[in-house]
């Protein structure tokens, strides 16, 4: 059992940690939101979303806009996107995960699902 003393500090240091300069932190490997969502880093995974899908689904969504996107920091990015696309007439929203190292020229597409 921890003494009350120590307790408490354990308690005040993660509530310190837990924000800093009014901003909150996300705890190593969780999900940010996306700030700017029309950054052309952000048009071009979600781009790349969508026609990895077509590829593998032998489908022809047309990417329309990305409606909600968060990153993971992991060995490279992960981004969750909410896609807005058009399946013939019809706008859909679509949810895909895209593993991506820019370094290792590497990008993935680890999901992508009707929402």
């Known amino acids: 059992m921890v003494p009350k003393p120590l307790s408490l500090l354990f308690l005040l240091l993660a509530l310190s940690a837990a924000v800093v300069g009014g901003r909150k932190l ?10 700017n969502l029309n950054s052309a880093e952000v048009q071009d995974v979600a781009q790349f979303a969508v026609s990895e899908h077509n590829k593998q689904a032998n489908d022809e969504l047309q990417y329309q806009s990305v409606v909600r996107g968060y990153t993971q920091v992991v060995s490279g990015t992960n981004y969750r996107l909410v896609i807005a696309a058009k399946d013939g007439a019809v706008v859909g929203n679509y949810e895909a995960v895209v593993w991506d190292k820019p370094w290792m020229h ?10």
């Open 26 to 35: 996300v705890a190593p490997g969780g999900w940010r939101p996306i700030e």
């Open 106 to 115: 590497f990008r993935n597409l680890t999901s992508f699902r009707k929402v």
